[in-house]
């Protein structure tokens, strides 16, 4: 059925504003299909203005018509650009047509298109925003490089994500190696190949945590509140206990040894051999008087504050000291007996037979067995007996007892 339009107002607007136009056709009261308002041109050539074409699509030409038109068609209107369709408006929206992808242009580098059918915006050359129809997730690239992509899940995946600040985010360092930033230099990373955790500060590693649960770290390992306790290595690299400021056991690698220091001096030291060394006294726990030490460069073994055994290395002398004075001296040569000696029963001297000592309450003197020289304290009188026999007495008036015979001028 033919389409009919009312010559209006527009049209009348229309006809008047052509310009570098001879002659005009004339207006009908109304247009049907194949109907068309034309004018001819200065060179002779006639141009369709408006009108309705053979499908009843109405037609309004452009400048350089029919190059360059606007047709309703099929509740739909189509933009010819140089006789070629470039945009279509219906009611289910908008298309554009360009050369090489549907485009449409807000400026040169500012447009959207269709890659490879899937739809993406262009904001400046190589800075996109892309939408992947068959993996469902969009894309973020700069200079032509994928910075962020999420998927349907929601799942954000990029080459850092910044939080807050430039310095603080999550990154893939070389799209293998996890990395928590903190600040420029200052990073947790996590090698996926060596299953390890590294601390870094300053870009130097100050800690790592591998696989087995072994932690790594490469200053003091520092108790909690606490900055003079902790562990750490020496400067030749042997490990140290520190217990505060200058007090510390360490540990020898090169000779094997502990050492324990305090106020920043080596107290005591423990070899392999399991031989300990000290610079001052080894107290028996509970008692400070009892106690094995080094005096004036002498070793010294020392029983309450006075009393001590003392060897001297100079003269090369043993000192039995009570009371803070000597009381027994034994030297190379023999025994020196400043003052006198006190035995509990018996003494012995040079061998096992000659000895003194007290029987049944008689001090007596024994040079061989059963020869001995006692001395009766009640009876005040000494005793002379050979082979277990008294041969002869002496009293206290000086009278002599010989159990023989007495021979005066002869050689005993």
């Known amino acids: 059925m033919a389409q009919r339009l009312s010559t209006s107002a527009t049209f009348q607007a229309l006809e008047a504003r052509v310009t570098g136009l001879e002659q005009i056709s004339p207006l009908p009261s109304t247009l049907e299909n194949n109907s068309f308002l034309s004018a001819k041109k200065h060179d002779g050539t006639v141009t369709r203005i408006a009108g309705i074409t053979e499908d009843n699509d109405f037609y309004l030409g452009g400048r350089d018509a029919p190059l360059n038109s606007i047709i309703s068609s099929a509740n739909m209107f189509r933009f010819d650009i140089a006789g070629s369709s470039a945009c279509n408006i219906a009611a289910s929206g908008l298309t554009a047509n360009g050369l090489n992808a549907p485009t449409i242009s807000i400026d040169a580098n500012f447009y959207s298109t269709l890659v490879s059918s899937n739809p993406a915006i262009m904001f400046d050359s190589g800075d ?54 903190y600040d420029s230099g200052d990073y947790t990373s996590f090698v996926r190949s060596a299953n390890t955790y590294s601390w870094v500060i300053g870009n ?28 750490s290595f020496t400067l030749a690299n042997n490990p140290r206990v520190t217990f505060d400021a200058s007090d510390n056991l360490s540990f020898d690698r090169l000779s094997n040894s502990y050492t324990f220091n305090i106020a920043g001096t080596p107290k005591m ?24 030490g080094m005096v004036s460069g002498s070793p010294r073994i020392q029983f309450d504050a006075n009393d001590n055994l003392a060897f001297d290395r100079a003269a090369n002398i043993y000192s039995f000291n009570v009371g803070g004075a000597s009381r027994l001296d034994v030297n190379t ?3 020196g007996v400043p003052g006198s000696i006190n035995a509990g029963n018996l003494i012995q001297i040079g061998d096992a037979g000659f000895f003194v000592q007290i029987i049944s309450g008689k001090p007596t003197i024994t040079f061989d067995s059963g020869d001995t020289i006692t001395y009766d304290r009640t009876a005040n009188k000494y005793y002379f007996a050979v082979a277990g026999v008294n041969v002869a007495s002496i009293d206290a008036s000086g009278n002599m007892r010989l159990k023989g015979s007495l021979t005066q001028s002869v050689t005993p």
């Open 333 to 335: 040569t023999g025994v």
């Open 204 to 231: 130097a590693t100050k800690a790592t945590l591998d696989g087995s649960g072994n932690f790594i770290a490469y200053g003091a390992l520092l108790a909690s509140g606490d900055a003079n306790f902790g562990l």
């Open 269 to 292: 030291q423990l070899d392999a051999a399991g031989s300990l060394s000290n610079t001052g006294f080894i107290f028996p726990s509970g008692d400070t008087n009892f106690l094995l």
């Open 128 to 181: 996109t925003l892309s939408f992947n129809r068959g993996t469902n997730s969009y894309s973020f690239a700069l200079s032509n490089s994928a910075q962020l992509s999420v998927n349907a899940a929601g799942t954000f995946v990029a080459n850092v994500l910044t939080i807050g600040d430039g310095n603080f985010g999550l990154s893939l360092n070389g799209g293998s190696q996890p990395l928590v930033l």
